[in-house]
Structures are given as C-alpha cells and as structure tokens.
C-alpha cells in the first residue's frame, strides 16, 4: 500500500461531484469513491432529521448501550430494521466494522470454526480471529468448495459467513448454492449485507430478500456507512442470538452507542429509501450504463452486476497508483483497491456508482479513463 495514494481530502459531503485538492488546487472532480449510493447524505428529510435529533437530544449518546446510550430514538431504528427485514429483533454497532467483528466474537468460541468465503471482509476475519476460533476460506462463492471444508470439519460447532454484494468485487454470494449445502451440513449463516441493504432485492431488504430465503438464513448484518449515508452497524435475527450479542459482543456493551443525531438520520434514510424504489432504479441503470461504457474501452469489470463496479488492472501495483494519480489530475476520483483488501495479483481501481450521478458525469468519467488507459 502507498499511503499518500490514500487519506485524500474531500471539501464536502460525498455528491456525485466534490472538491478536491489536486496538486495543491482546490478543484471539482467526479466523484466514484464514495458509498453514498442511494445519494441520501444530503437528502432533505435525512438531514432535517439529524438536525432534529442534534436539537433534542445533543451532541453524544455518552454511554454504552448497555448503561445509558441506549434512548427511545436507538429503539426504534431497532424496531424499524426488525419491521423491515421481517426479523424478532435488530442490535446497532457504532461502526459497521466493530459490529462485524463484534458478532463474529460474540458467537464463536475456541475450537469453534468460522467458514469464510476467501472474499470476505477484513472485519469478519478479524472477528474470527479476536473470538479464539479457527477461521477456514473457501474458494469464492463455490458451493463445491464449501462442501469440502464443511465435509472436512464435521465434529466442530460452525458457522459460515459471506457478503451479499461482494465490497471489491459487485457480485451476489450464490445464496441458493451456498445454503443448500449449508443446511446439507445443519450450519447456519450469517450474510454481510453492507453493500447489497438499500440497494438490493424488494423494497432494498438486500440479497437475502432477493434470493427470497430469509428463513433460511440465520443472521443478517448491515453497515450504515453506504447506503444509509451515516455510520455504525447492525445484525438482526432471533431474540435469543441477539440478546446473547448484547452481552456477549464487546464491541457492543464496551462501546459507546450511536450519537442520536446520526440515528435520528438513519430512521429518516430507511423510511426514504424503503418508500422509494426510483432511486434504486437509476443506481441499477447507472451502473449498468457505467459497466457497458468501460467494456466498449475493453476494460475487465470482473464478476461486477452491481453498483460496485472494479476496474482490474493486475499485478502491477506501479501502474495502479500511476493511474490513480493520472486520473486525478484529470478529473476523476476513483479509488485504488491493493493487497490486503484485494488479491496480489488482481489490484484494481473501484468504482462506487451512485444514483446521483448524471449522465453527464458518467460520461465525463469514462472519458477521462479512455484517456488515461490511452
Ligand atoms: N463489511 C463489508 C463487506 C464492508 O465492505 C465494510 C466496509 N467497507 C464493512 C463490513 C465495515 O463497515 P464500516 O465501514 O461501516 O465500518
């Protein structure tokens, strides 16, 4: 990783457009770096909102949800993500990571086995490692693989755990293959919907909704930092589990909740985003247009069906950075994705198409790629 390539400053929120700083210039830029897909950061209603809860209720929840973060407002964005993914009950986490990691060592124990896609979040392996149990990849979204490794580790207590949209790559997880093995085996799954919920299956309710197998799949977690324009996290399922994660994930009960002015903007981003499929629609027709746009200049999106659209580039990390920089000073951000986060020899550019981005803007940032590619 090449630390100055990262940690660039935005002067504003994450539109569609934003300034930059670009060799010492401030100047404005097409923005495909940010998850604001929805394009709900500066929506009236989510904002007028937050605005509301600052007034009320302060700046900090100033205690753990355990002891005294926990207000009526925390309640019922509980009660509202439990409404509409169709599950008894919903814990919140202060970040999407803290809670990815907190219900995988909340869950799992030494000897236990966490089964993860080889694709899998940083935060999840994390949580794996922190819970004292042995963490097991399969090969990418094969059901063949994870038969193997479930096959292999039969006398253990395990749980298998994927993304919905994969975070590097925008492909689905093959739910139907993967659970039908699962359940083969009688082991549950927790599906990681940071970037698939909102954005994905009926009514935004994810892949779980959109493969139509809720009852088949045990947990749920979500990020509030992508298309919920906030930050923190959740998981919903039985009251049992989740009632369990509150006093056994410790990134839960030894960390303070939520400010209630970023949930009094999450309970307005769900409704918003619930009542209205249209935004939805054009971050399908965007990313499709965006995808088709990069394939006429013979460029490899991968596996990418969703608004996470990579531009993989290879082995050669030099001509990643070379590029990201080219395309700067151009006029488009776009991050660059190196190992860790992605596989040695397929580091990428990845691109976040959002709703809010215009033709315009597209067409403006496939330009600027063609010339940059040359
Ligand atoms: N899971 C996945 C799949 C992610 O992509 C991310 C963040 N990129 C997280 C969890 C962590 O979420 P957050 O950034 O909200 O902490």
């Known amino acids: 990783m090449v630390v100055s390539h990262y ?7 994450p539109g569609p457009r934003v300034e930059m700083s670009v060799g010492g ?6 923005n495909l770096g940010s998850y604001n897909y929805l394009g709900l950061a500066d929506h009236p209603d989510v904002v007028a909102a937050a605005a509301d809860a600052l007034g009320r209720y302060g700046t900090g929840a100033c205690g753990s949800p355990m002891l005294s973060g926990m207000t009526d407002l925390h309640r019922e964005l509980e009660h509202a993500l439990s409404g509409f993914l169709g599950r008894a009950s919903t814990m919140l986490f202060t970040s999407g990571y803290a809670g990815a990691a907190g219900v995988l ?3 799992l124990r030494r000897g236990d086995i966490a089964v993860l896609d080889s694709r899998a979040h940083v935060s999840l392996r994390d949580g794996a490692r922190l819970s004292g149990a042995r963490a097991v990849t399969f090969a990418h979204n094969s059901p ?3 038969d193997g490794v479930l096959s292999r580790t039969g006398n253990r207590r395990r749980l298998v755990v994927v993304e919905g949209v994969y975070s590097m790559d925008g492909n689905l997880a093959d739910l139907p293959g993967l659970l039908a093995v699962a359940e083969r085996h009688g082991v549950g799954m927790l599906v990681d919907e940071a970037h698939s919920m909102l954005t994905c299956g ?3 309710a994810g892949v779980v909704a959109h493969f139509g197998v809720q009852d088949r799949v045990a947990l749920v977690y979500g990020t509030f930092s992508k298309a919920f324009a906030g930050v923190g996290g959740f998981v919903s399922g039985g009251t049992d589990t989740i009632d369990y994660l509150r ?6 009960g030894f960390s303070c909740a939520l400010p209630p002015s970023v949930v009094g903007a999450l309970i307005a981003a769900l409704r918003v985003a619930a009542g209205d499929d249209g935004p939805r629609r054009r971050l399908v027709e965007n990313a499709a247009y965006f995808r088709a746009g990069l394939h006429r200049l013979g460029l490899d999106t991968g596996d990418s069906t969703t608004q996470v659209v990579p531009i993989l580039v290879g082995a050669d990390r030099r001509l990643l950075y070379e590029r990201g920089d ?6 488009l951000f776009v991050v660059p994705a190196d190992y860790p986060a992605v596989p040695r020899t397929s580091v990428r550019f990845r691109a976040s198409v959002t709703a809010g981005h215009s033709r315009d803007d597209l067409d403006e940032a496939l330009s600027i790629i063609e010339s940059v590619w040359g």
């Open 7 to 13: 940690e660039r400053s935005l002067f504003g929120g």
């Open 105 to 107: 060592a909340g869950l």
């Open 144 to 146: 063949e693989a994870l």
């Open 326 to 331: 080219a395309l700067l000073r151009a006029g």
């Open 247 to 252: 006093c056994y994930a410790g990134s839960y």
């Open 25 to 30: 210039i401030r100047r404005s830029v097409v």
């Open 202 to 204: 009926p009514g935004g």
